[in-house]
């Protein structure tokens, strides 16, 4: 890929999967920041669930943190966004792949919108995307490299999920973050399918 096209976040560097960084990131301030309280409160598993009278009660540290906590998740969501938006305008997919591209960067703009929807009802200011971000534009020559490239993303976000799944307390988050692995899981089989690989090549996902 040789050139930029209109819509697309500008791209700076070549630093590989930064979804996967990005979600690494937000599992380790999440394991570290955590002190003893619900890190994303029963108020954002209800705000997630459409239940806004539990979150009206909770109190403003706990609500801070859930911000913090679901803005990380946000960021790494915008991430991918753009990512899909990179390779569906590159011109280097077929119509059936970009038709999948596009359904999955749906997927995520669904995880975004749910997400920021949950920060707005606590009262923050929800993560937007940035201006650049670094994906690996200059390997990215052909459909398979644009395959693998988001294979290795989505890899990154299910392990990234697998990693923030036991890290909350409330079991009703766990729930809904596992929900996301799921899709995201499904997302890397069929990237793998595509590229002619075995979609499912272990029992268990790390
Ligand atoms: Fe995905």
Known sequence: ??????????????????YENKFQNFSRRVFF?????????????ALLAGCDTIAATADSGSVQDDVNILNSAIGA??????????GAESGLLSSGVLAVA????GH??????????TVVKLGGKA????????????????????????????????SAYLGAVPLFTNRDLAKAA??????????WAVLRSALGLDPVPVAFMS
Do not use: C, R, W
């Not at 993560?127 to 988001?150: C, G, H, M, Q």
């Open 1 to 18: 890929m040789t050139s930029q096209v209109i819509n697309t976040p500008a791209v700076t560097a070549k630093t590989g999967s930064g």
């Open 33 to 45: 920041s955590k002190t003893g309280g619900t890190l994303l409160s029963a108020s954002a598993v």
């Open 77 to 86: 969501e915008l991430e991918a966004i753009a990512a899909y938006q990179l």
């Open 102 to 105: 596009v359904k999955f960067q």
């Open 108 to 117: 995520h703009k669904e995880h975004a919108d749910v997400l920021a929807s």
């Open 127 to 158: 993560e937007t995307p940035k201006a650049n971000y670094n994906f690996p534009v200059e390997k990215l020559n052909s459909e398979a490299d644009v395959l693998t490239f988001a294979a290795e993303l989505e890899k990154g976000a299910v």
């Open 178 to 187: 596992a929900s996301i692995l799921g899709d995201e899981a499904m997302h």
